[in-house]
């Protein structure tokens, strides 16, 4: 919703508070995100087939809105088969949307406690312009691949984080990918496109998950020194994590890729976690060596993980230090997460994986709409 002021007078306009997205605060503190802009966007239809004309597709794209990236940038992202736009049902909107809304006068009317918008950037990554690329295949081709979307999400990352002069404070990624077919159930995993694509988030206020579950404890905010070997940061839980992996699956003395089962958190309690061996706090500063070693990595894990489950579903999760804090960032210790969905693990689910990024839940409806729906549909007296 869109409040628009003008002096001391407010109107509504709610045609054009359909373009914003809100974090709205109930009186418990719990919080939910209305993403406006989410509410168009049209549910995959059922009897859709790969075989049909794709907008992500080299030939369609005409169809998307304007490249997000320009110049030399745009010249290498095409050279390794990337292209990367805003998203057109964003969760978050940029500063320019939002620019001129006062939420004070909706926050008086309201019976939640606080309502904010939710600024931000969301893009979205066409990671290649092969529409049937197998990402569990051990083949060069597929190696090729990972070496470019992850050049890709670097360059995502740093363009984000330098985005209007540092107006963001923190940024991440996230990718919903559906798995194949198994007793007529496809493996979800809350992906409403079949061709391969990732997503860049950037939020002008760092997740809470982020800033106050992942970091460590406020005790260890003055310890920052590493260990004798110069390799582990004491007070990271990443680090923390590292000494004692009775489950780690490879290492490449660079990354190491292991599993880890919670059972508290379905459907996300089976996770792949690959995290570098030595303190990093943000994956947008890795050299290209360090991003040729995760990369190599990813492939392996994703060889592994089909080999294991084939053609199963997945979620990808790349959460890194805020750029900006009120704590300090260099206690993180970045890592990135493959959730499987499949029927043997049970983690099949039927939304996406923002939730779990963010760390709250992403409403598919406005909660005033579904009172509104009930009331017409209330029988007359």
Known sequence: MRILADGDKHTIDFNLLRGASEIRTGSSGKQAIVPYTRLAKPEPAKDKTLDEVCVFCPDARHKLGE???????????EDRGLYVIDNKFPTVVPPEITKGIDMTYLNQLSIFSNRRLARGRHLVMIETPNHYLDTFEDSPMTRNYYHNIVWGWIQMLRALRSEGYGMYEFGGVIKNRNGG???????????????????????????????????????????????????????????????DLPLARENDGTHISYYVRDPDMPPYHSEIKI???????????????????????????????????????????????????????????????????????????????????????????????????????????
């Open 181 to 243: 077919y198994k007793d007529g159930m496809k493996k979800d995993a809350g992906d409403s496109q079949p061709h391969l694509h990732s997503q860049g988030i950037a939020l002008d206020k760092t997740p809470k998950r982020i800033e106050e579950y992942d970091l460590p404890s406020e005790k260890y905010e003055k310890i920052l020194k590493t260990d004798n070997l110069g390799k582990i940061l004491m007070g990271c839980k990443g680090c923390i994590e590292l000494r």
């Open 67 to 77: 490249v997000y990236f320009g110049g030399a940038r745009l010249a290498m992202m």
């Open 275 to 381: 995290v570098p061996i030595n303190h990093q706090s943000l994956f947008d500063e890795i050299t290209d060596e360090q991003a040729s070693s995760f990369a190599d990595m990813l492939h392996r894990t994703m060889i592994a993980l089909g080999n294991t489950y084939p053609d199963c579903g997945y979620n990808y999760e790349l959460v890194q230090a805020p750029w900006k804090s009120r704590r300090d960032s260099r206690l993180y210790h970045w890592k990135f997460s493959i959730y499987p969905a499949s029927p043997e693990l049970e983690t099949e689910r039927r939304s996406g994986i923002m939730s779990h990024f963010l760390g709250i839940p992403v409403l598919k409806h406005a909660p005033e709409d579904i009172a509104a729906k009930i009331e017409q549909n209330r029988p007359k007296k």
